[in-house]
């Protein structure tokens, strides 16, 4: 509410702005920051008993965010390749674990990392790719409000990264993928 009143928002007297100071903070404690405050997923990490050796990609998955800088939201799709070694996640799992990284205030860069930080902590990947592509309402809904513009961010750790096959065939997968 002081936030609202600060900007000349009448928080008493106007009856659509009554409660809006409690509506915004639920919003944010529950939904927008939640990846703050809610627990990990359950990420439970199965061994790869069948020896699986081959990149896997997922994605599209919807990233819906918070510029830290803004409080603007973030919006856009994250894909992951990953060349399995001792574990492997179940396939709702990678979507779980990218919404509770993206409900946050942040930049897009360290997103992307921490997206790759907690997949090969929990899968222990011979390889692992995030990439983040993602429309910033900071840059279309003030500053230079450009609507024409995204941001690209990609992690590429172990084989996807030191060996260039293996990369060219991450970004091949990732071109013919929605």
């Known amino acids: 509410t002081a936030v609202l ?16 100071g409690e509506r915004v903070a639920r919003m944010y404690l529950n939904e927008l920051f939640a990846g703050r405050y809610a627990s990990s997923p359950d990420l ?17 998955i919807t990233i819906r965010s918070t510029c830290a800088h803004h409080l603007q939201n973030i919006r856009g799709n994250c ?29 897009q860069e360290e997103m ?18 995030v990439v983040v592509k993602a429309e910033h309402m900071c840059v279309t809904h003030r500053g230079v409000r450009e ?9 590429l750790r172990g084989i996807l990264r030191d060996q260039p096959d293996t990369r060219a065939e991450f970004f091949r997968l990732l071109h013919g993928m929605k």
């Open 5 to 20: 009143q600060s900007l000349v928002i009448d928080t008493e007297n106007d009856h659509n702005t009554r409660e809006t």
């Open 44 to 60: 439970t990490a199965f061994p790869n008993v069948n020896s699986y050796d081959e990149l896997y990609l997922v994605g599209p």
């Open 79 to 107: 894909w992951i390749g990953i060349y399995p070694g001792k574990n492997v996640l179940g396939l709702s799992k990678f979507y779980r674990l990218t919404e509770w990284i993206a409900a946050r205030p942040q930049i």
């Open 112 to 129: 992307t990392i921490q997206i790759a930080d907690l997949l090969e902590a929990e899968t222990l990947a011979d390889g692992i790719a």
């Open 147 to 155: 609507h024409a513009s995204d941001m690209t961010t990609s992690v």
